[in-house]
């Protein structure tokens, strides 16, 4: 396994999750990462991504000021924090990693998926 995403869970409308991705592979610090969400019934849609250096990120605009996604070269790991969170936040939640840019991971250029983490959000 590449990326190990962990962290899902119950929880209740307003209250905080974090996900945590883990990269096998040192490699994975040269790469763009993210993560997507697939609710039932719709296609996986893009969250969050980070760039390689960690000095850019972008958000769906659902989520904006909601969720912070975040990095840490050292452990090779990308973390998304989601606050404030929504019934219609309830996915499962994949990392991604793109060789070359967010833009290519959101325009479904994407080079690895994690496995997916459950997260739901009671009313």
């Known amino acids: 396994v590449q990326l190990q995403a962990s962290g899902g869970g119950l929880v209740q409308a307003g209250g905080s999750l974090r996900l945590s991705c883990a990269a096998s592979?040192?490699?994975?610090?040269?790469?763009?990462m993210g993560w997507f969400r697939q609710a039932p019934g719709k296609e996986r849609a893009f969250v969050a991504g980070?760039?390689?250096?960690?000095?850019?990120?972008d958000y769906a605009d659902s989520v904006k000021g909601r969720f912070t996604i975040s990095r840490d070269s050292a452990k090779i790991t990308v973390d998304q924090q989601m606050n404030s969170l929504k019934p219609e936040d309830t996915a499962v939640y994949y990392c991604?990693?793109?060789?070359?840019?967010?833009?290519?991971?959101?325009?479904?250029?994407?080079?690895?998926w994690g496995q997916g983490t459950q997260v739901t959000v009671s009313s």
């Open positions: 991604a990693a793109d060789a070359q840019s967010i833009g290519t991971m959101r325009r479904g250029g994407t080079d690895y």
């Open positions: 592979r040192r490699t994975f610090s040269r790469y763009a």
């Open positions: 980070i760039s390689a250096t960690g000095a850019t990120t």
